[in-house]
């Protein structure tokens, strides 16, 4: 059963940082990509990023791109979100999801979902 | 940028059948998926690559892609299918996931 936890919201103030982490089980971790999405609560989803199964593509929303670095140890099975300069809109639900495929390919989509993490960007 | 529009909500009786669209420009030259998420809880896949249905998905779900316009059809809906719905697809040429707006299903 494929397993994602993330780990690492909280509050922080605008212009801060922080590093959200997702780990992974269940399944062959390196063969899959994986991405972030967010939702304001009880607004839509937003992609946020992209990361291949080897690391080697990495692609970003428009509203975090500069700010926003994915990476992945595949080695530790877990996925990261870096996220600096951080603005009152980034507060959302972050959720880790498991793409179908290794690179953008094969036609993105997301077939198994972590639980979220809750970010509030708050002075 | 490339934009997916689905209508805020729809509502349909138990037991009738519930249809769902997401436009977008040659839609139909793309995959589209999509995703179920009901209050509290992290969405799930029920539609993916056009008509797929993954494994665990009711057989009362089914989706098609034409055109501009991608449709997910819920035959013989039931109260438990009360959720938001998503669609989503990947636009290639700048390298992005693109999801729906969303729309609130209700029965009633």
């Known amino acids: 059963e494929v397993q994602l936890v993330e780990s690492g919201g909280g509050v922080v103030r605008p212009g801060g940082s922080l590093r959200l982490s997702c780990a992974a089980s269940?399944?062959?971790?390196?063969?899959?990509?994986l991405h972030w999405v967010r939702q304001v609560p009880g607004k839509g989803l937003e992609w946020v990023s992209f990361?291949?199964?080897?690391?080697?593509?990495?692609y970003y929303g428009d509203a975090v791109k500069g700010r926003f670095t994915i990476s992945r140890d595949n080695g530790k099975n877990s996925l990261y979100l870096q996220m600096i300069s951080l603005r009152s809109e980034d507060t959302a639900f972050y959720f880790c999801a498991k793409d179908h495929y290794h690179d953008s390919s094969g036609y993105p989509y997301l077939d198994s979902w972590g639980q979220g993490t809750l970010v509030t960007v708050s002075s | 940028s490339y934009d997916l529009s689905q209508p805020p909500s729809v509502s349909v009786s138990p037991g009738q059948t519930a249809s769902i669209t997401c436009s977008g420009d040659k839609l139909g030259q793309k995959f589209a998926c999509w995703y179920q998420q009901k209050p509290g809880q992290s969405p799930v896949l029920v539609i993916y690559q056009d008509s797929k249905r993954p494994s665990g998905i009711p057989e009362r779900f089914s989706g098609s892609n034409s055109g501009n316009t991608a449709t997910l059809t819920i035959s013989g809906t039931q109260p438990m299918d009360e959720a938001d719905y998503y669609c989503?697809?990947?636009?290639?040429?700048?390298?992005?996931?693109?999801f729906g707006g969303g729309t609130k299903l209700s029965v009633l």
């Open positions: 269940g399944f062959t971790f390196d063969k899959y990509g």
């Open positions: 990361v291949s199964g080897d690391g080697s593509e990495t």
């Open positions: 989503q697809a990947w636009d290639s040429t700048t390298t992005k996931v693109v």
